[in-house]
């Protein structure tokens, strides 16, 4: 039995602040510690379930912030960019029985700590076929088309509560409670590692491929802060600048979504200027 960890930074224990994953800070060398441990957990778990392969995927930023050394050995670990389907790169392989999202996060607009979907800032909401969209959604609809299950999230309450509205089956593991969106009442890292390990465990019952999810067209919406950031996404074939600050795309299939949506967002984080936006 294969699990693929998608890991990313903004849900992992006690990171709270921009600065905790902004790679190269000194509170960023410190969070990578408890991100790798809330990882180490979910491998730990995952073994115990009866899982015989975890591959983990980096999907925060540079996608270098996990401690190889301080990797439970008998994972391994995708790391570094750029890659076809970045979160969940590995899923379109076909063999992977379970995903998880480590360290996930809320999406941009909604109330969580350190909210948003793909870029920091800029982008204010995104809609999938108009349902308001994570990350983890985004990432979700994406493995549904391979067959293959989000079986665990953690993160902060309002992301594990995120998670009900696209992996209602998933076990989920809330490392820490939002008070805003720079502030949570955090938990240890000893008892959230548990708490990740005891989560993964049982969430190994619910691996298993499944029927590909075929259907489409997908259309996603995106909604940024500043009119010339939709000008820009405009600039990438078939995105349609549809309102001052609101543009439009529909992809044949997930693969098509994910892809467009990756273009779409590094035209609009390279068309942002440092003080105006």
């Not at 778990?45 to 009866?50: E, K, L, S």
């Not at 993160?155 to 409670?177: E, H, L, M, Q």
């Not at 989560?199 to 619910?206: D, E, N, S």
């Not at 999810?213 to 259309?219: A, C, I, K």
């Amino acid at each position: 039995m294969k699990i693929l960890i998608s890991a990313d930074m903004e849900g992992a224990t006690g990171v709270t602040w921009p600065a905790d994953v902004e790679p190269g800070t000194e509170q960023w060398q410190r969070c990578r510690a408890m991100f790798t441990s809330d990882v180490n957990g979910a491998i730990e778990g995952f073994y115990a379930g009866g899982a015989t392969e975890v591959v983990v995927n980096e999907a925060h930023s540079t996608m270098r912030n996990l401690l190889l050394e301080r990797l439970d050995d008998r994972a391994v670990m995708l790391t570094g960019r750029h890659k076809d389907l970045s979160m969940v790169e590995g899923v379109q392989h076909g063999d992977v029985d379970g995903l998880a999202f480590v360290g996930y996060h809320c999406g941009a607009g909604d109330e969580g700590v350190l909210a948003h979907t793909y870029l920091p800032n800029s982008i204010t909401g995104v809609w999938l076929d108009g349902v308001p969209a994570s990350e983890g959604r985004l990432n979700a609809r994406v493995a549904a088309a391979y067959g293959t299950p989000v079986v665990l999230v953690t993160g902060d309450d309002r992301a594990c509560a995120d998670a009900a509205g696209y992996a209602p089956a998933a076990r989920t593991a809330a490392v820490k409670d939002y008070v805003s969106r720079y502030a949570a009442v955090c938990r240890p890292p000893a008892r959230t590692r548990a708490d990740i390990a005891e989560a993964a465990r049982a969430a190994t019952a619910l691996a298993g491929r499944t029927e590909p999810v075929r259907h489409g067209p997908l259309t996603v919406e995106i909604e940024v802060d500043a009119a010339q950031l939709a000008g820009a996404a405009a600039l990438v074939p078939g995105v349609a600048q549809v309102a001052e600050r609101r543009v439009r795309y529909t992809s044949p299939d997930a693969y098509e979504m994910i892809r467009c949506f990756k273009a779409v967002t590094t035209l609009i984080a390279n068309a942002v200027e440092p003080l105006y936006g």
